[in-house]
């Protein structure tokens, strides 16, 4: 059995080298990423009445997948090695080969030094490759998610460590919340409208999410914003800007909007792939 192993370009050709029975045919040979380089691949390996061949290779990027789906439609059989079992062989043939056949090398002979050092790998579907990017997509953007509300927590911090400690975590993002974070994150010119005037603005804005007793407890830890910076800014010594913050966090805000509705619509998508599963 021939075994190939292969060292993908993520620009530029991929280079294979040859073994059979533990001897290398030649040196390693660059291979084009159309049919014509796989074309060359089958005659360099001396393929003879449609026998198929072995190759191994690390995934790489997305660029090894035509390339394994291709291979495995004209009958040969492609491996995946096992990280630590490539790197011993590629830290010895580093020792007698070019730097830029190592890597081929050593996969070339990874399947005749251990069979169990690779497994084979297992072409998806359409369905299936976009399925796993749309769910790889939704965690990235859900972490996204994640740091933008943790940014804007140590900015609310910044601006009221009261308010902040009232609405840590999820009530942060609560529909007065975020209004009352985006618009009126200055305390004091919350504090000179009144308490009324406050608490009518807070109903109005709650959805039956955030009642009342919330409200009150808001208005309180405003009241403490004011008294705990007040003689910062009537000494011109605030050391940030409620207006410069503000729109930062508004700004942030909508960020999270456009990326909560993003993850939205992967989820929509996720879950019609899922059921042609």
Not at 19 to 37: H, L, M, N, S, Y
Not at 149 to 170: C, D, E, F
Not at 230 to 251: H, M, N, T, V, W
Request: glycine share 6%; charged share 25%; net charge neutral.
């Amino acid at each position: 059995m021939k075994h190939i192993g292969i060292d993908l370009g993520l620009r530029g050709a991929h280079r294979a080298v040859v073994c059979e029975d533990g001897r290398v045919f030649g040196k390693a040979f660059p291979i084009g990423t159309g049919q014509a380089g796989i074309d060359k691949l089958e005659r360099r390996a001396r393929r003879e009445n449609g026998e198929p061949f072995e190759v191994v290779m690390e995934p790489t990027g997305l660029v090894w997948l035509p390339l394994a789906a291709e291979l495995v439609r004209r009958g040969h059989r492609v491996y995946v090695p096992k990280t630590a079992k490539l790197a011993a062989l590629r830290s010895f043939y580093s020792q007698h080969t070019k730097s830029d056949s190592t890597d081929a090398h050593a996969q070339s002979m990874v399947r005749h030094v251990d069979p169990d050092g690779t497994y084979e790998l297992d072409v998806s579907s359409a369905d299936q490759t976009m399925l796993r990017m749309f769910v790889k997509q939704r965690a990235r953007l859900t972490s996204d998610i994640g740091r933008s509300k943790t940014r804007i927590q140590s900015w609310l911090l910044l601006a009221s460590p009261a308010l902040a400690n009232l609405l840590a975590g999820r009530k942060t993002f609560i529909a007065p919340a975020r209004k009352l974070i985006a618009e009126r994150l200055d305390p004091f010119a919350v504090q000179a409208e009144g308490v009324d005037a406050f608490l009518a603005w807070w109903r109005a804005r709650s959805h039956q999410n955030g009642g009342a007793e919330l409200a009150e407890k808001v208005w309180a830890a405003i009241e403490e914003t004011c008294d705990s910076f007040g003689p910062l800014r009537e000494s011109d010594a605030l050391p940030f800007d409620y207006d410069l913050l503000q729109q930062l966090i508004a700004s942030e805000l909508r960020r999270v909007d456009q990326l909560e509705e993003h993850v939205r619509q992967l989820e929509v998508q996720i879950d019609a792939l899922f059921a042609r599963q």
